[in-house]
């Protein structure tokens, strides 16, 4: 199998190009990225193919999708501050993005395209857990965006034939994920702060929750989804139901660190959702051998990361990542 993965130099991008060229199943992986978030390092020492290009040149990237046999579509400008400030980069990264994309595959007879949608999409529905066919009010232009970009690739499974699986992510969390910039997600911003003795920042009283789901769990089930050829009609969560609140993180930490870490809340942020948790049900009936990771473990093992990168400078770079 010839794989492309667009945003392949971001967080999970790098992390699935790492685990697909490991996997007997791929044949030749191709990253595609225009750096404008993702970084060249986070690619050292895999041996991929790699094409610079925006998901917006629609001449480059139908280079780049031609000859593929599978696209993981990761590309995208998350983060719900952001699309705040700036919604019409937002929409046009992940809505239009995502529709270069499905074009590109249809165009060149692509047999298989998985996206990335997200929980955000529930918004103001308040009930837990999340089911995906439950209605949706979506409460940022992000979710907005990533609304689009399920509907779209859904639209092309029934209207040309496309091959489509359209996943919902819960707040991905792992080794690699970046925490120096203003858009950094809760968990590297929290380890972050914690090793350097600094206090971790609440924006709200710290009880809001999520399903954090660690990267490795999430690139196993990708991988998967290609190995059998999945698709379904639906989007489907990729999170496993075990919501925890941001000040239960902390206390993770706490036992993790062997330390007291110190806090201070801020303003709740317009568009963040206070509850997210995952209906498992549907992803499990379609990857009944998937196995989570705990909050634990997968807190262990990133934290031990963090403590080896603080040894060295960070490389300069914007890249983004899930809230």
């Known amino acids: 199998m010839r794989l492309l993965i667009t945003g392949g130099a971001g967080f999970i991008g790098a992390n699935l190009a790492r685990m697909a060229v490991a996997d007997p199943r791929v044949g030749r992986v191709t990253v595609f990225d225009d750096l404008s978030t993702g970084l060249l390092s986070t ?22 999708v031609a000859g593929q046999d599978a696209v993981v579509h990761l590309a ?14 937002t929409h046009h990264a992940n809505a239009t993005g995502t529709l270069h994309v499905l074009q590109a595959a249809v165009r060149h007879g692509v047999g298989h395209v998985v996206v990335a949608s997200s929980s955000s999409v529930y918004g103001a529905n308040t009930a837990l857990p999340k089911r995906e066919l ?19 690739t859904l639209a092309y499974q029934y209207t040309y034939g496309l091959p489509t699986l359209a996943f919902r992510f819960f707040n991905v ?7 120096d910039h203003p858009y950094a997600a809760v968990i590297p911003r929290f380890v972050h702060a ?31 989804a290609l190995g059998r050829g999945v698709c379904y009609q639906h989007p489907v969560n990729l999170a496993f139901g075990a919501r925890q609140s941001l000040r239960a993180v902390v206390a993770e930490l706490e036992w993790i660190l062997d330390r007291r870490v110190a806090w201070r809340c801020e303003p709740q942020r317009p568009g963040d959702v206070r509850h997210s948790e995952a209906d498992r049900r549907l992803l499990h009936e ?30 300069v770079g914007d890249e983004e990542s899930r809230r």
């Open 43 to 64: 690619l050292v020492g895999l041996d991929v193919d790699l094409v610079e290009g925006s998901v917006l040149d629609e001449a480059v990237l139908s280079s780049a």
């Open 76 to 89: 995208a400008l998350p983060s719900v501050p952001r699309s705040v400030r700036d919604p019409l980069a």
């Open 134 to 152: 439950g209605w949706q009010r979506p409460m940022s232009p992000y979710a907005v965006s990533k609304q689009c970009t399920e509907a779209y």
């Open 173 to 179: 969390y792992g080794p690699g994920q970046r925490y």
């Open 194 to 224: 914690a090793l350097r003795g600094e206090p971790v920042v609440f924006y709200g009283d710290g009880h809001q929750s999520r399903d954090f789901t660690y990267v490795d769990t999430v690139c196993a089930v990708l991988l998967d």
């Open 286 to 315: 379609l990857f009944p051998d998937v196995a989570s990771t705990s909050l634990a473990d997968g807190l262990r093992a990133t934290v031990r990361w963090y403590q080896a990168q603080l040894a060295q400078p960070w490389p």
